[in-house]
């Protein structure tokens, strides 16, 4: 059963627009959320992470919102820039820092 | 730095054959972990080892096993691979269990 689910496969934005990415978790135990990007034939590198003390994270042109109780996730991204082009995993952390992750959105930012 | 390496980038094996991916991270890392990545499934975590001297199952072990040869080094065994291993096998570290996991490139395997 997956704990971490990412219904969007894909999501396609026009420059300058604002990208959202969704995530909801089953979980109610998990404390920590984290976004990380992937680019073709790299590696995963974090992005953003939220404790779920809070709702709201911002790190520059991305903002991370927790609603713990829709156990949803939401990635913005503004203004969206063709770099952006990746693909966005959410992760929960569970027991000893495991990460169990989404299946991943694939972001396309069009010029 | 190089952060985390992983050798081989790539590999073809045929069914039953043996082979070992190698890990190593310059970052003085506590923590080190093997995921493996499926189209439409994310990454899925097959082993970790939260310290050296330790090691841990995690969500899909089944098939593989590990070596922490020491703190930089991490390896993962396929002892008689099956087409259901053909992956993309990504290892990471982070400073401890509750830190930032930093990830190697990756090695693409496929299985015969």
């Known amino acids: 059963d997956q704990q971490v689910k990412q219904n969007s496969p894909s999501l396609s934005v026009q420059e300058g627009r604002i990208s959202i990415l969704n995530c909801d978790y089953t979980n109610s135990m998990f404390d920590y959320f984290l976004w990380y990007k992937k680019y073709p034939a790299e590696g995963p590198t974090f992005l953003i992470s939220?404790?779920?003390?809070?709702d709201k994270n911002e790190d520059g042109r991305f903002t991370v919102f927790l609603n713990k109780s829709a156990k949803h996730l939401s990635l913005h991204i503004v203004p969206s820039q063709p770099g952006d082009s990746a693909v966005y995993f959410c992760?929960?952390?569970?027991?000893?820092?495991?990460?169990?992750f989404g299946q991943g959105t694939t972001l396309q930012v069009k010029p | 730095n190089a952060g985390v390496t992983q050798t081989p980038k790539f590999q073809v094996l045929k069914t039953g054959q043996s082979m070992t991916l190698q890990c190593a991270q310059d970052?003085?890392?506590?923590?080190m972990y093997w995921y493996r990545q499926d189209p439409g499934m994310g990454l899925r975590l097959i082993y970790y080892?939260?310290?050296?001297?330790?090691?841990d199952k995690g969500e899909v072990p089944n098939g593989y096993n590990v070596s922490r040869l020491n703190k930089r080094e991490f390896s993962l065994r396929l002892e008689s691979a099956a087409p259901s291993q053909t992956s993309v096998y990504f290892c990471?570290?982070?400073?401890?269990?509750?830190?930032?996991?930093?990830f190697g490139p990756g090695t693409r395997l496929t299985v015969l």
């Open positions: 080892s939260a310290s050296e001297g330790t090691t």
């Open positions: 970052m003085n890392h506590n923590s």
């Open positions: 939220i404790s779920s003390i809070k």
């Open positions: 992760a929960a952390r569970g027991y000893a820092g495991k990460l169990i």
């Open positions: 990471a570290s982070s400073h401890g269990t509750d830190n930032e996991q930093f």
